[in-house]
Each structure stands twice: as structure tokens, then as C-alpha cells.
């Protein structure tokens, strides 16, 4: 079995979720979210449990068990607390503001970047120590847009400038040295 799989998901209050045939619908205070589920896959809701088998030890049935179930856990924690990312910008002059619901990057190119977000995340910038806050209720779209942020100007290896996660060890290569 699965060890990721063969765990129930526990359904916090206040999230109610929907099985119409192989759409899952997962509804919070936060909002709602759609699923559509692999066919062989077999979802039972018992309460305030939810619980995935799978109907063969295939190795392909093994890998959906344990996404499957995964997939609905985040829908659940999505809806109820919802998922943050946290960027940091570090450079001279590196710096990002936020204009209506877009994303104004200043990155030493010779032209100011603009990310719109995809519906349903929301990016808050704190000017004072240069970070990027990405709030959203779909886990996928919240590190998605996180990781095209960051790919706009990764940290480069000898001065570390550029945009990082929150705790990200960028490591450090040694210069030219004076011979």
C-alpha cells in the first residue's frame, strides 16, 4: 500500500465537499475548488473522513493512490486556510510594488517587469524588506506563479542578487581572486 495513500483525510469544519462521480468539489470559507478525478481511483467519504483506494498493486494505480489522495488533502487545507509563498528580492535597487492587482518588478533590466497574477491569487509586496507575499486557495497555482516570479531573475551564484524563496541557501562561488 501506498503510505501517503492509504491515509484518510481528515475534512476540517466547515468544508463540505461534493463526489459526482469522478468530480470532487470542495467548498470553505475561502472558496471552492474542482477536481477531477482519475476514473480507477475510488474515493468514500465517512464522516469527516475521506479515504482513496485503488483498485490494483499496478505501478501505475500505486503513484495515482498516493497523488489522488495528496491532491484532495491540499483541496481541503485550500479552502479552509489557504496557501502563502514568500519571495525575497536582494540587490541594489532591486525592487517590486504592487499597481491594481498587477506586479511592478524592478530587477536591473532596463525596463520594469509586470506579472498579473492568475485568477484567485493575490500578491502583496512589503517595500520595507523587499518581500513578495503570493496568497492563494489552489496550492498548484500559488507555487506555480511563485516559481515564474522567481525564474524572471534567479539568484545568481556571486553576489547572490535576484529574487529567492523566503530561507532559500543560495550558495555562494568564490570570485576571481588577485593573483
Same mark, same amino acid.
Given at each position: 500500500? *501506498?503510505?501517503?495513500?492509504? %491515509? ?19 467548498? $470553505?470559507? #475561502?472558496?471552492?475548488? =474542482?477536481?477531477? @478525478? ?11 473522513e !475521506?479515504?482513496?483506494?485503488?483498485? +490494483?498493486?499496478? #505501478? %501505475? ?5 498516493? !497523488?489522488?489522495?495528496? !491532491? @484532495? ?18 540587490g541594489?535597487?532591486?525592487?517590486? =510594488?504592487? #499597481? $491594481? ?8 533590466? +532596463? ?12 500578491? *502583496?509586496?512589503?517595500? %520595507?524588506?523587499?518581500? @513578495?507575499?503570493? =496568497?492563494? @486557495?489552489?496550492?498548484e497555482? /500559488? ?8 525564474? !524572471? ?5 556571486? #553576489? &547572490?542578487? $535576484? /529574487?529567492?524563496?523566503?530561507? =532559500?541557501?543560495?550558495?555562494? %562561488?568564490? &570570485?576571481?581572486?588577485? $593573483?
Open positions: 500500500m *501506498s503510505r501517503i495513500g492509504k %491515509k484518510p483525510v481528515h475534512v476540517p469544519d466547515k468544508v463540505k465537499i461534493d463526489l459526482a462521480g469522478s468530480l470532487i468539489k470542495v467548498t $470553505g470559507p #475561502k472558496g471552492t475548488l =474542482e477536481h477531477t @478525478i482519475h476514473p480507477d481511483m475510488t474515493v468514500t467519504i465517512q464522516g469527516a !475521506l479515504t482513496v483506494a485503488r483498485p +490494483s498493486d499496478l #505501478k %501505475k494505480h500505486r503513484a495515482l493512490h498516493g !497523488l489522488t489522495r495528496a !491532491l @484532495i488533502q491540499n483541496m481541503a487545507l485550500g479552502v479552509s486556510q489557504g496557501f502563502t509563498r514568500q519571495l525575497q528580492i536582494v541594489v535597487g532591486f525592487r517590486a =510594488e504592487v #499597481k $491594481g492587482k498587477a506586479l511592478v518588478l524592478y530587477l536591473g533590466f +532596463s525596463h520594469p517587469t509586470v506579472v498579473l497574477p492568475p485568477a484567485g491569487v493575490t500578491l *502583496s509586496v512589503d517595500a %520595507k524588506e523587499n518581500k @513578495i507575499t503570493i =496568497e492563494g @486557495i489552489n496550492k497555482l /500559488v507555487g506555480q506563479t511563485a516559481a515564474k516570479i522567481r525564474s !524572471l531573475r534567479p539568484p545568481e551564484p556571486y #553576489k &547572490g542578487k $535576484g /529574487v529567492r524563496y523566503v530561507g =532559500e541557501q543560495v550558495r555562494q %562561488k568564490a &570570485g576571481k581572486t588577485a $593573483g
